[in-house]
């Protein structure tokens, strides 16, 4: 740099020399762009919003729902269809910051799924209030502080890599979150940011009642979830037992008689109201009857709500609690 000219021009500048103050001010325009352009370009790339729903850019995306009850589809947009689904997910007494991942999680999930798939099979509709189809929804359930957890998010959706984030979650993972291939026995791409997380931390605060689980089968329920599960009738039911674990304690498969089956469908087909996880502790037989003990609530995979309510209950905010269950993702926004 020539010394003597930046001597000069600071002193033109000191004394309010017009052209001087003009190249200082251009200057400092174009430093300020460099700035913005550099951190627009290391910043998330944003997903489009679907097209099937798209209201235009930044504007908020209007959805076609189906109603499984009245067997109708209404209209609505994003943001009023997720009141009645974190509504139904979460119980709406629960500290704001659970209440606010939830929503980002449920508006994550809804905008994944009609990227990947357009439409709920058979229905004409991009969501459904079946909980089976799509997510749970209950209307019934909103109250102010719903209302206060959606707005609060409004248009925020977790990306990763350009795309939208896969948000699976579920009640509580019995102290240690899983993988999709163990929890779901998804044959899909391997999701890096669906690692395993030790929640043991948090166990002693979740009550147990929620923390364990019981259930009954007569033989004759056991041979037809098996059935169900594996594809094939084991025959009269004689003897039950694990056949394969994961790393994190669940059950892989189940041996029923001579017949492995995975447990993650045995699950399903016995009933997941009751045979809560496949995290399996103990199965005993007498009378007939296999009774069934475990713990964790649910497939075990991303967030665990009763971890984040304690989470929020201990302080964290809605963005560190997503960070905790899908580790490398942003928290964005796509619509005001």
């Not at 399996?280 to 713990?295: H, L």
Request: charged share 25%.
């Amino acid at each position: 740099m020539n010394t003597a000219w930046f001597q000069n021009f600071m002193e033109r500048l000191r004394r309010g020399d017009p052209g001087a103050v003009a190249a200082a001010a251009g200057a400092a325009a174009a430093l300020i762009l460099v700035i913005w352009l550099i951190a627009r370009g290391t910043g998330p790339d944003l997903p489009p919003i679907p097209e099937e729903i798209s209201q235009g850019p930044n504007a908020e995306p209007r959805l076609r729902v189906y109603f499984h009850e009245a067997d109708r589809v209404r209209e609505m947009d994003v943001e009023d269809y997720l009141l009645g689904v974190v509504a139904a997910e979460m119980d709406p007494s629960w500290p704001l910051e659970a209440l606010k991942a939830q929503a980002i999680l449920a508006r994550t999930f809804t905008l994944q799924r009609v990227d990947e798939f357009g439409e709920v099979p058979g229905r004409g509709a991009h969501a459904s209030t079946d909980h089976e189809e799509f997510q749970a929804y209950d209307s019934g359930r909103i109250d102010q502080r719903v209302q206060q957890a959606v707005a609060e998010t409004r248009g925020r959706v977790i990306v990763y890599d350009g795309r939208f984030a896969r948000t699976w979650f579920h009640a509580y993972s019995g102290g240690h979150t899983t993988t999709p291939q163990v929890g779901l026995d998804w044959d899909g791409e391997e999701v890096p940011y669906l690692r395993p997380v030790d929640d043991s931390d948090l166990d002693g605060a979740v009550p147990p009642e929620v923390k364990f689980w019981e259930a009954r089968l007569r033989a004759e329920e056991v041979r037809s979830a098996a059935a169900e599960a594996g594809g094939a009738d084991p025959g009269p039911v004689e003897r039950v037992e694990v056949g394969s674990w994961s790393d994190d304690g669940r059950a892989i498969t189940l041996r029923v008689n001579d017949q492995e089956v995975p447990a993650v469908a045995f699950r399903l087909a016995a009933g997941s109201s009751d045979f809560r996880s496949t995290m399996i502790q103990e199965i005993d037989a007498s009378d007939g009857v296999f009774t069934f003990r475990g713990k964790g609530y649910g497939h075990g995979v991303g967030l665990s709500q009763w971890s984040a309510r304690i989470l929020a209950e201990r302080g964290a905010d809605a963005e560190a609690i997503i960070q905790r269950y899908y580790p490398g993702t942003e928290v964005v926004r796509l619509w005001e």
